[in-house]
C-alpha cells in the first residue's frame, strides 16, 4: 500500500509563509483525489484543498487567495504553499489521497503547523 509522508511543517509568524510537501512512496497515479486537511487543537479535522489527476483543485473558502495546492506526478508529491498565513491556520496538517483501486483513503501521520501573533 502507498504510503504518504508529510513535511514542512514548523513555526512562523503571521503573514508568514510555509510549503508543506507529501511524498508518495509509490505512484501517486494511485489516488483518484489527493488533499490536504487540518485539525486544530480541539476541533474537528477539514479539508485545505484538493486537487485530483486531471489537476483541478478545490480550496477552502478560508484559505482561498492564500493556499495553493499543486502535485509533481514525476516526484509522485503533492505540495500545499501557504502564504499570508494567519494564527487561526495553527494545526496539523495531514495529507489524504483516496486510492482507485477501493475508493478506500490513506493517510499521511500529519505536520504541525504553528504561526504565532
Known amino acids: 500500500q502507498v504510503q504518504l509522508v508529510e513535511s514542512g511543517g514548523g513555526l512562523v509568524q503571521a503573514g508568514g509563509s510555509l510549503r508543506l510537501s507529501c511524498a508518495a512512496s509509490?505512484?501517486?497515479?494511485?489516488?483518484?483525489?489527493m488533499g490536504w486537511y487540518r485539525q486544530a487543537q480541539g476541533m474537528g479535522r477539514e479539508l485545505v484543498a484538493i486537487?485530483?489527476?486531471?489537476?483541478?483543485?478545490q480550496h477552502a473558502d478560508s484559505v482561498k487567495g492564500r493556499f495553493t495546492i499543486s502535485r509533481d506526478n514525476a516526484k509522485n508529491t503533492v505540495a500545499l504553499q501557504m502564504n499570508s498565513l494567519k494564527p487561526e491556520d495553527t494545526a496539523v496538517y495531514y495529507c489524504?489521497?483516496?486510492?482507485?483501486?477501493?475508493?478506500?483513503?490513506?493517510w499521511g501521520q500529519g505536520t504541525q503547523v504553528t504561526v504565532s501573533s
Open positions: 489524504k489521497g483516496r486510492r482507485r483501486v477501493d475508493g478506500g483513503v490513506n
Open positions: 509509490g505512484s501517486i497515479f494511485s489516488f483518484s483525489v
Open positions: 486537487i485530483d489527476l486531471s489537476g483541478t483543485t
